[in-house]
């Protein structure tokens, strides 16, 4: 079993930045893939941000590629989401999620094992 705790959402205006974290515990966090999805009101939830267990390789849906961050500190079993230039689409309950997968390849949405409770990320305009 793994645990995940989602912190650090928030109410921001448009073009402000967040950090999200998501703290793990349980198993061997170093190695599960890590990945961020979102789900806003009334939508599917869509996946948003992966990293690989090593965290080398990264993986970005187009709509947040080049605003946001993903990264990993496999010392602290933690996993970030670096939020930069949020629009009002950015608006969701961000999750955190957790996948066994010992390689550097995506992972896809269908194979995450565990999930948080999710974090609310509200961009006004």
């Known amino acids: 079993q793994v645990q995940l705790v989602e912190s650090g959402g928030g109410l921001v205006q448009a073009g402000d930045s967040l950090r999200l974290s998501c703290a793990a515990s349980?198993?061997?966090?170093?190695?599960?893939?890590m990945g961020w999805f979102r789900q806003a009101r009334g939508k599917e939830r869509e996946f948003v941000a992966q990293?690989?267990?090593?965290?080398?390789?990264?993986y970005y849906s187009d709509s947040v590629k080049g605003r946001f961050t993903i990264s990993r500190d496999n010392a602290k079993n933690t996993v970030y989401l670096q939020m930069n230039s949020l629009k009002p689409d950015d608006t969701a309950v961000y999750y955190c999620?957790?996948?066994?997968?010992?390689?550097?390849?995506?992972?896809?949405?269908?194979?995450?094992?565990?999930w948080g409770q999710g974090t609310q990320v509200t961009v006004s305009s």
């Open positions: 349980g198993r061997t966090f170093s190695e599960y893939a």
């Open positions: 999620a957790a996948a066994a997968h010992y390689y550097e390849s995506y992972v896809p949405s269908s194979a995450y094992d565990y």
């Open positions: 990293v690989s267990w090593s965290g080398r390789s990264t």
